[in-house]
């Protein structure tokens, strides 16, 4: 029995920084920005979106082809949690209006937490075939103004849906894992922004992608010429390439040119949205399915990487007729539609994004109609709403 991944939504806020105008407000490079990182428009979250609107409205986008009483389980990995104690799936289910026998709960590990839950759907639908189970990753990074890491911020969700006999990609048995206890970056309680060693970080990363895909390939009997494309965590899109031309060396030039190349399709869409911690993976898989050249049992590699640190490399295979169950178009509506901002106006966006709304004041959302966002606390409880 295959057990994979059936359906794929996404979301992103409606609004956008371009790096180029970031890059002039800060005194730097472009092609530092453009280049060196790999980034050209990063989306911003206001105060009325956080993890939990954007996990909704990423799932909106094909809940209607998903039948409700055979999902059997919902989870949602972020490093955006909204409290120390309730599950941020929670509120997710209850706007999705799933049936209350579903089994819910928060996944966190930085980065890792969306394929940590997509792991474990896996393995319940592979026990459960009868049941379904919807993984979401949905996050805002967030390093602050005018730091280091100001130019890997993001925000956005994907969402999927774990199915047995899956329209997109069959996960295939194995995987290699590898963590160790580091500090290359964290978020103390006392604070909202996130604390990086960027420089640690990459060297970490790479260290595990290494690693893994060794052990992957050793495990498995495989070559790296087995893979029609390696998908890597994008917290931007030069680290993922860093990692890629690791895989790449010493391979034959058709190897070589198919896997650049497809490694350049699943960058597209991070190139426009910036970090969205969890689910930058996944969002590099969606951009390689809807912008890369791949066919019916091709094999693609993903690595998974969780500051921390947690890394994991698994594969899939793609199957007969996915682009199917995609919506291209739909997705690129989503990140064409954004106003761009000033500099002024993201800065006092951000500011007031880290701060908690008064109680009983309400938000208002400049969204479309039909997205969830948030309407602020009444009582200090959350709420949220659809426009």
């Known amino acids: 029995m295959q057990v994979g991944i059936d359906q794929i939504g996404f979301y992103t806020p409606n609004k956008y920084v371009d790096m180029l105008d970031l890059a002039h407000a800060r005194g730097v490079e472009p092609n530092k920005y453009l280049i060196g990182i790999g980034q050209s428009k990063m989306s911003v979250a206001d105060q009325s979106q956080d993890a939990v609107s954007m996990g909704i409205n990423a799932t909106l986008s094909y809940i209607n082809k998903v039948d409700l009483e055979q999902v059997g389980l919902l989870i949602m990995g972020t490093e955006s949690g909204v409290d120390q104690s309730k599950s941020a799936s929670l509120f997710v289910k209850s706007a999705l209006k799933l049936p209350p026998e579903v089994r819910t709960f928060e996944i966190k590990e930085a980065c890792f937490g969306m394929t940590a839950g997509i792991m474990v759907a896996r393995d319940y639908v592979r026990l459960h075939p009868e049941h379904s189970a919807i993984v979401i990753g949905s996050d805002i990074a967030r390093y602050g103004l005018k730091t280091g890491g100001e130019v890997t911020q993001g925000a956005g ?4 849906l774990i199915k047995a006999n ?13 963590s160790a206890d580091i500090n290359d970056f964290w978020r103390p309680n006392n604070s909202a922004v996130a604390l990086v060693d960027g420089k640690y970080s990459t060297e970490v990363y ?56 497809n490694f350049t399709a699943s960058t597209l869409y991070s190139r426009q949205v910036g970090n969205i911690y969890t689910a930058s993976l996944y969002l590099g898989l969606l951009s390689l399915l809807e912008n890369g050249t791949l066919s019916a049992a091709d094999t693609i590699g993903l690595f998974s990487y969780g500051s921390g640190a947690m890394g994991e490399f698994y594969a899939g295979k793609v199957m007969a007729n996915y682009e199917q169950a995609l919506n291209k178009v739909a997705d690129e509506k989503m990140i064409a ?7 002024a106006d993201y800065e006092q966006i951000f500011k007031q994004a880290l701060q908690l ?22 009582n200090h409880v959350r709420q949220y709403q659809r426009k």
């Open 157 to 160: 969700s994907v969402s999927v």
């Open 166 to 178: 899956p329209r997109i990609l069959a996960l295939t048995s194995g995987h290699s894992a590898y």
């Open 206 to 261: 790479l260290d595990f992608f290494q690693r893994t895909f060794q052990a992957y390939k050793s495990k498995q009997k495989m070559t790296t010429a087995d893979f029609t494309a390696i998908l890597y965590h994008l917290p931007f899109v030069k680290m993922g390439l860093k990692a890629n031309r690791l895989a790449v060396a010493e391979q034959d030039a058709k190897t070589k040119k198919r896997l650049e190349e």
């Open 337 to 343: 539609r954004r106003q761009q901002l000033t500099i």
């Open 357 to 378: 709304p008064a109680d009983n004041i309400e938000l208002s959302s400049d969204e479309a109609p039909g997205y969830w966002y948030f309407a602020g606390t009444k």
